[in-house]
């Protein structure tokens, strides 16, 4: 079955750290582009960092400088490795996989994980 | 940073309306635009994308259309299953935003 699996989400204190992982199946996971989407409580949604096929990164300003997006082809995993967090860091996060070619576009997604960052 | 400004933010509707959201881009796109829903709890679902494209197994009641800065997706009969937020998202230019969401519900 193709799909993806967050998970490492939970509850921390402002400042301390998290790695999100990602795990997909049923599909070439080294030849697609992935991305972290986040969504905070009853609010849109965001972009938050992609990682194409070559390993090169992107990040929002939000995040840029906190937040470490990787990936492990030989484990079909995404990761993102999430530092000196704050309040508003609190989201559901998402990975998504990202069609790229002459249009880009986020045609599958997991089910999200969620990160509460409070004191 | 591109901004999406989707109208109107909610909307109420009945089973068998045709109803059309909207979506206007800061700059132009293109058609470097993208449209989701969403149920509460779940994730995101592609629907259209390149502004006009349906994605595979999405019914044949949505479309979409525009380009430059303005778009429409249209859902010709509404289904039970229908009612959702849904979000443009434009794949113009990086960071890739979202509108603010369209919440549909049911009259």
């Known amino acids: 079955e193709v799909q993806l699996v967050e998970s490492g989400g939970g509850l921390l204190q402002p400042g301390g750290s998290l790695r999100l992982s990602c795990a997909a199946s049923?599909?070439?996971?080294?030849?697609?582009?992935m991305t972290w989407v986040r969504q905070a409580p009853g609010k849109g949604l965001e972009w938050v960092s992609t990682?194409?096929?070559?390993?090169?990164?992107y990040y929002s300003d939000s995040v840029k400088g906190r937040f470490t997006i990787s990936r492990d082809n030989s484990e079909n995993t995404l990761f993102l490795q999430m530092n000196s967090l704050r309040a508003v860091d609190t989201a559901v996060y998402y990975c998504?996989?990202?069609?790229?070619?002459?249009?880009?576009?986020?045609?599958?997604w997991g089910r999200g994980t969620l990160v509460t960052v409070s004191s | 940073d591109i901004q999406m400004t989707q109208s109107p933010s909610s909307l109420s509707a009945s089973v068998g309306d045709r109803v059309t959201i909207t979506c206007r881009a800061s700059?132009?796109?293109?058609?470097?635009l993208n449209w989701y829903h969403q149920k509460p709890g779940k994730a995101p679902k592609l629907l259209i994308y390149?502004?006009?494209s349906l994605q595979s197994g999405v019914p044949l009641r949505f479309s979409g259309s525009g380009s430059g800065t303005d778009f429409t997706l249209t859902i010709s009969s509404l289904q039970p299953e229908d009612f959702a937020t849904y979000y443009c998202?434009?794949?113009?230019?990086?960071?890739?935003?979202f509108g603010q969401g369209t919440k549909l519900e049911i009259k």
């Open positions: 700059q132009s796109i293109s058609t470097y």
């Open positions: 990682i194409n096929r070559d390993d090169s990164t």
């Open positions: 998202q434009q794949s113009s230019s990086s960071p890739y935003t």
């Open positions: 390149a502004a006009s």
């Open positions: 998504a996989r990202e069609m790229t070619g002459q249009y880009w576009y986020f045609d599958l």
């Open positions: 049923g599909f070439a996971f080294n030849t697609y582009a």
